[in-house]
């Protein structure tokens, strides 16, 4: 077992090799604007996960993951030289979904303020069908007994009737 510490640094320090690579040393001009977002490696540190997201269309996004792939061996020889571990990890690049997530969840969002203003538009006008607040409070409960006369048949005193005294 490795230590996850260590894969955790190894990870983010593959992140930085890739994306500066990228920048500086890789030329493709089917390599459009692309950002590395996150590096996922295996326990054992022998493959990594490069997770990257393309600026632009489904066209740009297809041409810079073939470029990305023409260019895994250079990335990963620069990753090996760069980290010096002694087994250098096998590179898998991914498209990062999270853009598409956000993208999702702000439609949701959108709907929703809608839905809500709707709600709200409908209810401008309406009244309570009773009263406004239907629940007793506990000095009407007093006032209401006082009001019928509170007769129940019992004497108010110790509860015995006049035959027990």
């Given amino acids: 077992m490795t230590d996850t510490a260590r894969a955790r640094k190894l990870a983010d320090r593959i992140r930085v090799v890739v994306a500066e690579t990228l920048q500086r040393r890789i030329k493709d001009p089917r390599l459009g604007y692309v950002t590395i977002t996150d590096t996922r490696i295996t326990g054992d540190l022998r493959e990594a996960t490069v997770f990257y997201t393309v600026y632009g269309d489904d066209e740009e996004r297809a041409a810079s993951a073939a470029a990305l792939e023409s260019a895994k061996g250079v990335l990963r020889s620069e990753v090996g030289r760069q980290t010096g571990v002694r087994f250098t990890p096998t590179l898998t690049f991914v498209p990062d ?8 969840i702000d439609d949701l969002l959108a709907k929703a303020k809608a839905a809500d203003a709707e709600v709200r538009e409908a209810s401008s006008g309406a009244t309570y069908a ?10 009407e409960e007093e006032a209401d007994e006082s009001a ?6 019992e004497s108010p005193s110790d509860g015995k009737g006049a035959a027990d005294a």
């Fill in 148 to 153: 019928s006369g509170g007769d129940d048949g």
């Fill in 97 to 104: 979904a999270l853009p598409d997530n956000a993208r999702t």
């Fill in 130 to 139: 009773g009263e406004a607040d239907p629940y007793r409070k506990p000095g």
